[in-house]
């Protein structure tokens, strides 16, 4: 199945809104997904890993090997940048040129994981406060958590030092628009990473992006 058919609204909005930074989304649906399978992380990780190499293929770059730092976020070819997600039977890249973006991040998630003690644990007070009450709360939180998740996997490849849950706010911009913010504190300098992102059914994909300097932020 093309994933992009399951939410024709959601997902191709989100991917729209990448493609006008040049930034390539894809998404897979990962079949027999269970949580205890032995070997499933390898898996998932292969094919988002297959969905980057193809791509990276049609733009002229073969067999990008796509090794882990140490650190645990992916090394991609020179000149090139990208994220990967693999959760909830769905699998996500993003990949884009780095003369455009420093950095991407993206992140599935599924809203049943988000109990209000994991909200109590990544979600902010101002942002606690701001949940709804009802039984959306937990898609709403795994907005935010999804957005927070992008963001790291944007900033800690090249920051390193991102800090911790409660050191980000995430606030909306539009239905489908996220803007991650960090204060100014000792050690880190402010930062405001801007991302999309698609929210159907109780999946979540979330993407941040990074622009490089010199690059002209595109509006939101
Ligand atoms: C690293 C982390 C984001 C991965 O998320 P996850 O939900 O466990 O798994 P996902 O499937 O969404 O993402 C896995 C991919 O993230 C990437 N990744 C792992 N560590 C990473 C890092 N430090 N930076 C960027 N990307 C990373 C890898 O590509 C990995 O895929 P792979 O194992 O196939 O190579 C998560 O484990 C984590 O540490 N979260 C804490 C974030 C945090 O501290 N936030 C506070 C400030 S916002």
Not at 68 to 93: C, K, L
Request: with cysteine; glycine share 8%.
């Amino acid at each position: 199945m093309n994933p992009f058919e399951a939410a024709p609204g959601a997902l191709e909005n989100l991917r729209r809104r990448c493609a006008v930074r040049g930034i390539e989304l894809l998404l897979a649906r990962i079949p027999d997904w269970s949580e205890r399978e032995a070997g499933r992380r390898a898996r998932e990780s292969h094919t988002v890993r297959e969905m980057a190499r193809a791509y990276l293929a049609s733009q002229g770059v073969v067999r990008a090997p796509l090794p882990n730092h140490p650190e645990g976020f992916p090394i991609w070819p020179d000149g090139w940048t990208g994220s990967f997600s693999h959760s909830a039977g769905w699998g996500a890249a993003v990949v884009t040129r780095s003369d455009a973006h420093v950095s991407l991040g993206v992140d599935v998630e599924h809203a049943e994981r988000m109990t209000r003690d994991m909200a109590a644990h990544v979600l902010g007070p101002r942002e606690l406060t701001a949940a709804p009450a009802d039984d959306s709360f937990a898609q709403v939180a795994a907005k935010r958590f999804a957005a927070k998740e992008a963001t790291f996997k944007a900033v800690h490849p090249v920051e390193r030092a991102v800090g911790g849950f409660f050191d980000w706010r995430v606030d909306w911009v539009d239905d489908d628009g996220f803007v991650a913010i960090r204060e100014s504190r000792p050690g880190t300098r402010p930062l405001r990473i801007h991302g999309g992102i698609a929210s159907w059914d109780q999946l979540i994909v979330a993407v941040a992006w990074r622009p490089a300097p010199g690059c002209r932020p595109a509006a939101h």
